[in-house]
T-cell receptor, first 113, second 113 residues
């Protein structure tokens, strides 16, 4: 298994509070991604990174920001959490392959009350 | 606009029989297609992929077929085993920029003894 960890694994927070999720990899892969998984929607890309300090928006980026100051860490921040951001969040990594095979972390279940 | 669609939310198959999971896409510029398997409380794991220049790829009990003219791919699992019970996502890459995947909604496969 690819060395990807996510923290925390579970979090319950209140509307309006800031939340930061962390993804850590030991594979030295260049690309890192944040997805959210919701019933009926599959996996949707929030933000991704193609190198240290290089990030870009995905399909559902509103309300989220990211930072990548080191190759191994990719942070996802909800500046002011809303109930619509209750979801399961997955981090993924990949190298420069034609198939773009990505390896996923175990996920973080976030509940915003 | 859902570029990758899995129209069957669930599928139930008897152990030992063939499972066929389907996926349709709208963008003819996709150049790679992937299948992922996901167990509850875990991250998705890569299963098999196929390049758009091929129409079939096989790996043990898993075979993916690609019909470019119909913009359709399918995953065949033969014979189906209880451990195959999971949610299966198809994904496509190659259009939205380097190293990004577009996922379908997922199909929950249940293998009955």
């Amino acid at each position: 298994d690819a060395g990807i960890t996510q923290s925390p694994r579970h979090k319950v927070t209140e509307t309006g509070t800031p939340v930061t999720l962390r993804c850590h990899q030991t594979e030295n892969h260049r690309y890192m991604y944040w997805y959210r998984q919701d019933p009926g929607h599959g996996l949707r890309l929030i933000h991704y990174s193609y190198g240290v300090k290089d990030t870009d928006k995905g399909e559902v980026s509103d309300g989220y920001s990211v930072s990548r100051s080191k190759t191994e860490d990719f942070l996802l921040t909800l500046e002011s959490a809303t109930s619509s951001q209750t979801s399961v969040y997955f981090c993924a990594i990949s190298e420069n392959r034609m198939s773009n095979e990505q390896f996923f972390g175990p996920g973080t279940r976030l509940t915003v009350l | 606009d859902q570029q990758v669609k899995q129209n069957s939310p669930s599928l139930s198959v008897q152990e030992g029989r063939i499972s066929i999971l389907n996926c349709d896409y709208t963008n003819s510029m996709f150049d790679y297609f992937l299948w992922y398997k996901k167990y509850p409380a875990e991250g998705p794991t890569f299963l098999i992929s196929i390049s758009s220049i091929k129409d079939k790829n096989e790996d043990g009990r898993f075979t993916v077929f690609l019909n470019k003219s119909a913009k359709h791919l399918s995953l065949h699992i033969v014979p189906s085993q209880p451990g195959d019970s999971a949610v299966y996502f198809c994904a496509a890459s190659g259009v939205q920029g380097a190293q990004k995947l577009v996922f379908g909604q997922g199909t929950r496969l249940t293998i009955n003894p």
